[in-house]
């Protein structure tokens, strides 16, 4: 199992900077790779940016530019800064890690999510 918490949420205003993160507990040896998604009520969760066991970083040609993904190994955590915050950017942010397994399948874990709200 792996359990996932995110931080760093909150209330800022437009312009602004946050940075997201997102602790991992568990069998964390073994993820593949940890992802950054967002979700707003009615839509579906997008996927923003990921990084993989190798460091390999992935972004969502929206955020580009804006959105920078990172991790410390040491305390089994992955950031997401966020840049230049717009209010579209309001949304629960959550993080998920892809794990495989001895049998040949894939697991996905998520976090409970952290709300980020952008004030203009």
């Known amino acids: 199992q792996v359990q996932l918490v995110e931080s760093g949420g909150g209330l800022v205003q437009a312009g602004g900077s946050l940075r997201l993160s997102c602790a991992a507990s568990?069998?964390?040896?073994?993820?593949?790779?940890i992802g950054w998604y967002r979700q707003v009520p009615g839509k579906q969760r997008e996927l923003l940016a990921s990084?993989?066991?190798?460091?390999?970083?992935n972004y969502a040609d929206s955020v580009k530019g804006r959105f920078t993904i990172s991790r410390d190994n040491a305390d089994n955590t992955v950031y997401l800064q966020i840049d230049s915050l717009k209010p579209e950017d309001t949304a629960v942010y959550y993080c998920?890690?892809?794990?495989?397994?001895?049998?040949?399948?894939?697991?996905?874990?998520w976090g409970q999510g952290t709300q980020v709200t952008v004030s203009s």
């Open positions: 998920n890690a892809r794990r495989s397994t001895a049998y040949g399948t894939t697991l996905n874990y």
């Open positions: 568990g069998r964390t040896n073994s993820i593949n790779a």
């Open positions: 990084i993989s066991s190798g460091g390999t970083t």
